[in-house]
């Protein structure tokens, strides 16, 4: 269709790419919720999730998620993980190459 403006494609681990180890904020326009990419290259300082909850999806690469009370979780590419209301959290790669996408609500 001509004249049809379509939004250019985001490629989410070459945005974090950009700025390593530091959240890089996606446009949102009027979605109820808000994300964020980051490329993790060491332990990710303490993380405060939204007082609604959170999700934490890998995109690409492996990392551990280290919440309190010694639980923890392993995130590969693909997977993702519900964060609870307001709990802290610390984030660290296995390995190169950790994409990380942060989505929560406005």
């Not at 681990?13 to 700025?19: D, E, K, M, S, T």
């Not at 009027?30 to 990419?37: D, E, G, I």
């Amino acid at each position: 269709m001509v004249g049809r403006m379509d939004p250019a494609p985001l490629h989410l681990p070459r945005l974090a790419a950009a700025a390593p180890d530091t959240w890089v904020t996606l446009p949102t326009g009027a979605l109820p919720f808000a994300q964020s990419v980051l490329l993790l290259t060491r332990r990710l300082p303490a993380q405060a999730a939204h007082p609604a909850g959170e999700w934490l999806l890998c995109l690409t690469g492996e990392v551990v998620v280290d919440l309190p009370a010694g639980h923890w979780a392993r995130l590969r590419a693909g997977e993702t993980l519900a964060l609870p209301p307001a709990v802290l959290w610390h984030a660290l790669p296995t390995g190169d190459g950790v994409t990380l996408l942060r989505t929560m609500p406005v």
